[in-house]
């Protein structure tokens, strides 16, 4: 069975600074892979998409990496601002049409 | 406005009356599924549907019903609602299903005392 799993589960970084948000899969049977983002209270929001053939994507200060053989993604942000605040979570879809979503990671960008 | 349409967001009922969480997309995706989100478990799938009168189970499916007979949209009915059920729900659609962008709800809150 699918679990995804994501590190760190929280992370607090002061404004302006670069950072690693990182999810794994255990089965590399998928058809893509999504990185959401989860404001409190609110609806999930699509950042980026990556098709099981890419290797990456790329949507402003947001660039998603994925390596299907090693069961690994990453999110990089870049110059982080306090509006970046909230919690990222990814999914993976496998081949029964299932979405497997992470636990998530709580970002705290400080001004 | 491209958007997934939850009612209602917030409700509060008592054990046993059964309730329906309507949802509705104004995209015209073929893909729909269900999902309820709880502290510590996170996202998990309840129900999904590819097509108009296709549907099939997700990893919770127990005490959770869903129909499909307009593409538009995807009601979640709770027959007997027990307190196990209280928890943050929410729908999503995409278009077409393996390569598509999943597009979110706003999320129902059902406390079931």
């Known amino acids: 069975k699918q679990e995804v799993t994501q590190i760190p589960a929280a992370l607090s970084v002061p404004e302006g600074e670069n950072l690693v948000l990182n999810c794994s899969f255990t089965?590399?049977?998928?058809?893509?892979l999504q990185w959401f983002r989860q404001d409190p209270g609110k609806g999930l929001t699509s950042l980026l998409l990556i098709q099981s053939s890419q290797r990456e994507q790329t949507s402003g200060r947001l660039n998603a990496s994925l390596d299907k053989s090693s069961g690994r993604s990453t999110l990089y942000i870049a110059a982080s601002q306090p509006g970046d605040s909230a919690t990222y979570l990814c999914?993976?879809?496998?081949?029964?049409?299932?979405?497997?979503f992470g636990p998530g990671t709580r970002l705290s960008v400080l001004p | 406005e491209a958007q997934v349409t939850q009612n209602p967001r917030y409700l509060i009922t008592v054990t046993g009356k059964k309730l329906t969480v309507t949802c509705s997309q104004n995209m015209n995706h073929e893909y729909m599924s269900w999902y309820r989100q709880d502290p510590g478990l996170g996202l998990r799938q309840i129900y999904y549907s590819m097509n108009v009168e296709v549907t099939d189970k997700g990893d919770v499916p127990e005490g959770y019903k869903v129909s499909r007979k307009e593409k538009r949209n995807f009601p979640l009915i709770l027959e007997s609602p027990s307190p196990n059920q209280t928890s943050l729900y929410f729908c999503?659609?995409?278009?077409?299903?393996?390569?598509?962008?999943?597009?979110f709800g706003e999320g129902s809150r059902l406390t079931v005392l």
């Open positions: 999503a659609s995409s278009f077409p299903p393996y390569t598509g962008e999943l597009f």
């Open positions: 999914a993976v879809e496998d081949y029964g049409q299932n979405f497997v």
């Open positions: 089965d590399s049977a998928i058809y893509n």
